[in-house]
């Protein structure tokens, strides 16, 4: 069981920028990093992942805004959001999926959320 811890959430005014890190701790093999947002009322969506051999995708909402990253010896993984608008505001979770998860179709685990709150 991979157990992850969040922070870096808040409130920031519009144009303006917050990091969020995600801790990654237990034996794993990892298949992909990733960072999804949910806001009350709607699905959770994906943010950004990135992969074991580092290539990355985002949603088109935040492509050249925010960027994913991670730090392979410390099993954390980051996402910098930049130029932040209203409708970024959401819960954001980091999520890890293993090589194993990959293999049997799991989600595998998630964070307790962060709250991201974009408002003037």
């Known amino acids: 069981q991979v157990r992850l811890v969040e922070s870096g959430g808040g409130l920031v005014q519009p144009g303006g920028s917050l990091r969020l890190s995600c801790a990654a701790s237990?034996?794993?093999?990892?298949?992909?990093m990733a960072w999804y947002r949910q806001v009350p009322g709607k699905q959770r969506e994906l943010v950004a992942r990135?992969?074991?051999?580092?290539?990355?995708n985002y949603a088109d909402s935040v492509k050249g805004r925010f960027t994913i990253s991670r730090d392979n010896a410390k099993n954390m993984v980051y996402l910098q959001m930049n130029s932040l608008k209203p409708e970024d505001t959401a819960v954001y979770y980091c999520?890890?999926?293993?090589?194993?998860?990959?293999?049997?179709?799991?989600?595998?685990?998630w964070g307790q959320g962060t709250q991201v709150t974009v408002s003037s």
């Open positions: 990135i992969y074991g051999g580092g290539s990355t």
């Open positions: 999520n890890v999926r293993t090589n194993s998860d990959y293999v049997n179709s799991r989600d595998g685990s």
């Open positions: 237990g034996g794993f093999s990892i298949y992909a």
